[in-house]
């Protein structure tokens, strides 16, 4: 629960989180809701005002009126500091931008805190919702699978602890790694074949990078699941996700919003 009610001045609030392929928009009203959210393309050459017109282009479009405040999370530098000079010149706002020092009530066991990514500390706050709590399940842990450029496993614990995870190979980045080295492999859209037994180069290839990754991304669940001193909710997110949905026998929520959603929460709960 908050512990003032938030101003209707601060509303709508946008939230970005910037990745390092996509970045994510969206605008939350006071109750927290997200009314409307866009993808674009993580762009590192656009400069503050590109990202204003941007801005200004994709609320005209949706006929929703600017923003009042804002929440920012960035795995890619120059482009949260681009946005953060596009809100404050263009609208006035100065945004809140996330990272471990200012984030009093977070835990991060890790070696160096500072190191982990804002998008991770978001999926703290957007797992809440699954974590035990009045009238909700009874898991002490949640892990946030994470299908981005690189698919993050954040393993997060009751009472927002973030207590470590795993960072691998994303997608399609693997994909993009073999397309590179081997000549006679076509480039192939990441989709589920109807089998593993491929019956030709585009099957076969399809078999490798979605089952395969599929399989990885268990196998990972499995071993974490194992490490927990109890079990845990598995929630997938990310650009990926929906393409293993029903693959991965692990996962068992998908949540498109999650990260997202955990911005409009993180700063909800300052
Ligand atoms: N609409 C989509 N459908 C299927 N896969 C997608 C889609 N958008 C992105 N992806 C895949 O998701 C991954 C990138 O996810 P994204 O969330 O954009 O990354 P990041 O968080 O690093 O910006 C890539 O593997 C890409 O192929
Ligand atoms: C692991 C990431 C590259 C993921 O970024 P993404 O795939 O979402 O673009 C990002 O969270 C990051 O740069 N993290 C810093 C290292 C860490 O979290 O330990
Ligand atoms: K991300």
Redesign the pocket.
């Known amino acids: 629960m908050l512990a003032s009610p938030l101003s209707t001045a601060r509303f709508p609030l946008l939230a970005i989180?910037?990745?390092?392929?996509?970045?994510?928009l969206g605008l939350a009203d006071q109750d927290l809701e997200l009314r409307q959210t866009w993808?674009v393309r993580?762009n590192r050459d656009l400069l503050p005002d590109d990202l204003a017109l941007q801005l200004s282009g994709l609320f005209h479009l949706s006929g929703l009126e600017p923003p009042h405040s804002a929440v920012l999370s960035s795995?890619?530098p120059p482009v949260g500091q681009n946005y953060l000079l596009a809100l404050r010149q263009h609208f006035g706002i100065k945004a809140f931008e996330v990272n471990t020092q200012n984030l009093p009530d977070v835990h991060v066991e890790l070696s160096q805190p500072s190191n982990v990514g804002a998008?991770r500390l978001c999926n703290l706050f957007g797992a809440e919702k699954y974590l035990s709590g009045e009238g909700r399940s009874s898991y002490e842990y949640a892990v946030v699978v994470?299908?981005?450029?690189?698919t993050n496993f954040d393993v997060i614990g009751k009472g927002r602890r973030f207590i470590g995870g795993v960072l691998a190979t994303?997608?399609?980045?693997s994909a993009d790694a073999l397309f590179a080295r081997a000549a006679k492999l076509p480039r192939i859209s990441?989709q589920a074949p109807v089998s593993a037994i491929g019956k030709d180069t585009v099957h076969a290839l399809q078999s490798g990078l979605v089952f395969g990754y599929a399989e990885m991304v268990d196998g990972l669940l499995r071993r974490i699941r194992a490490e927990l001193p109890a079990p845990a909710v598995t929630v997938a997110t990310?650009?990926?996700a929906?393409?293993v949905e029903g693959i991965c026998r692990e996962i068992e929520y998908y949540d498109d919003t999650l990260t997202l959603r955990g911005l409009v929460e993180l700063w909800a709960s300052r």
């Open positions: 989180d910037i990745g390092n392929t996509s970045t994510v993808r993580t795995v890619a998008d994470d299908f981005g450029t690189s994303g997608a399609q980045v990441l990310g650009g990926f929906r393409t």
